[in-house]
Structures are given as structure tokens and as C-alpha cells.
């Protein structure tokens, strides 16, 4: 079955820049989105179709796409933005599944 | 405003069923696919699946394909997941989310309910 390779952490210090990669063989096919989980809350979207920011998430959040990496970029990290963060995208073989990354723990230090 | 309000809380045996409600408000229930997914203590986002509200059809990832059964009743406003031959594993928080053409995926989720399976 198709998935989507993430480190399982990165550790920045405040003000920095984090940058979160996500590696899958479809990819350059299917756009990816990216979700902030805190503990206890349901996700939030950041940014879908590999680049694009929905109404009100902060401009540091902002996403890249280079043939089969997608890369998350929190510009200025705060301590707010600690948190978990998945990738998602879809199967490109017509199966019309989705599938999520194993998720990077950001820390901030 | 666009609302997912989910069902309490479940604790059940292994071997048996859990079903699970999702009720949408704030707009057209007809126009959103509603998808499933679940999350592990301490583990990834995992798709299940979805359900097109206008006509019933649906869509499940092959690793629950023969356990899951997602519904719909259009006149409650209303999405179902239900899961079968519950084992331990199966202990997680389930979600419903709504699916936005705009954005391409779910921009919308349901708070999330607990499902705790013990023998």
C-alpha cells in the first residue's frame, strides 16, 4: 500500500526556521496537505494543495513541492507552533484513497 | 457556522461492533464527502474512509475494507462508521471530517470520539 515517509521529529529554537519534509512515490502526482495537531484537539489544515494557505494561518506556514519531497516551512518558529504536523495526500492508482504520513513532533526549544 | 457534533464515548468487547455518529449542520449536508479517521494513543492519523452523502457511495481503505461500513441518513444530516470484530488495536479516537473541493481535502472535523475496546 502507498505511504508517506516523514522524520519522526525536529527540534528548532524560537525565531528559527523548521522545515518538515514528506517523501512519497506519488507525490509528483497528487498534491499534499499538511495538518497541526495539538494534544487532545482534532487537526488543523495549514496548508493544501502542496502550497497554499487557508484563511487564517499565520504567513510563517507555507509549503513546497520538489518531485516526490514535499517540505512544510514554519518562517520564525513560535512556541505556539510546537505541535505535531502530518502530510496527506492521495493513491495515484485510481483507488481514490487517502493516506497520512507517521507525523513529525515539532519541539520547539 | 459549518458544525460536525459526534457521539459519545464507547467502551465495548472484543469480537463486537461499534458505531459511530456524526451529525453536520451549517450547510448543505449533500455537497461535502464525509470522511473517517481514527488516531491511536500516540500514533498517527489513519484514513478509513468516506461516503458521498448525495447518493450513498463509498470508498474504504483496504486495510478495514472487510470491518467498516460507513451510512448515511440525508434526512438526519447524518454519517455512520461502523466497525466490526473490534480488538484491542481498535482502541482509538475516531473522527469525522468534511471534505472541501476547494481546498481538496477536509477542512472541517468533528471533535473526535473515543472508542475504547478491552476483552
Known amino acids: 500500500s502507498y505511504e508517506l515517509t516523514q522524520p519522526p521529529s525536529v527540534s528548532v529554537s524560537p525565531g528559527q526556521t523548521a522545515r518538515i519534509t514528506c517523501s512519497g512515490d506519488?507525490?509528483?502526482?497528487?498534491?499534499a496537505y499538511w495538518y497541526q495537531q495539538k494534544p487532545g484537539q482534532a487537526p488543523v489544515l495549514v496548508i493544501y494543495?502542496?502550497?497554499e494557505r487557508p484563511s487564517g494561518i499565520p504567513e510563517r506556514f507555507s509549503g513546497s513541492s520538489s518531485g516526490t519531497t514535499v517540505t512544510l516551512t514554519i518562517s520564525g518558529v513560535q512556541a505556539e507552533d510546537e505541535a505535531d504536523y502530518y502530510c496527506?495526500?492521495?493513491?495515484?492508482?485510481?483507488?481514490?484513497?487517502?493516506?497520512f504520513g507517521g507525523g513529525t513532533k515539532l519541539t520547539v526549544l | 457556522q459549518m458544525q460536525l457534533v459526534q457521539s459519545g464515548a464507547e467502551v465495548k468487547k472484543t469480537g463486537s461492533s461499534v458505531k459511530v455518529s456524526c451529525k453536520a449542520s451549517?450547510?448543505?449536508?449533500?455537497?461535502?464527502?464525509l470522511h473517517w479517521v481514527r488516531q491511536a494513543p500516540g500514533q498517527a492519523l489513519e484514513w478509513m474512509g468516506w461516503?458521498?452523502?448525495?447518493?450513498?457511495?463509498?470508498n474504504y481503505a483496504q486495510k478495514f475494507q472487510d470491518r467498516v461500513t460507513i451510512t448515511r441518513d440525508r434526512s438526519m444530516s447524518t454519517a455512520y462508521m461502523e466497525l466490526s470484530s473490534l480488538r484491542s488495536e481498535d482502541t482509538a479516537m475516531y473522527y469525522c471530517?468534511?471534505?472541501?473541493?476547494?481546498?481538496?481535502?477536509?477542512?472541517?472535523w468533528g471533535q473526535g470520539t473515543l472508542v475504547t475496546v478491552s476483552s
Open positions: 461516503i458521498t452523502p448525495f447518493n450513498g457511495n463509498t
Open positions: 471530517a468534511a471534505y472541501n473541493s476547494k481546498t481538496g481535502t477536509f477542512d472541517y
Open positions: 506519488a507525490l509528483p502526482k497528487q498534491y
Open positions: 451549517g450547510y448543505t449536508f449533500t455537497y461535502r464527502y
Open positions: 494543495k502542496d502550497s
Open positions: 496527506q495526500s492521495a493513491d495515484s492508482s485510481g483507488t481514490y484513497a487517502w493516506v
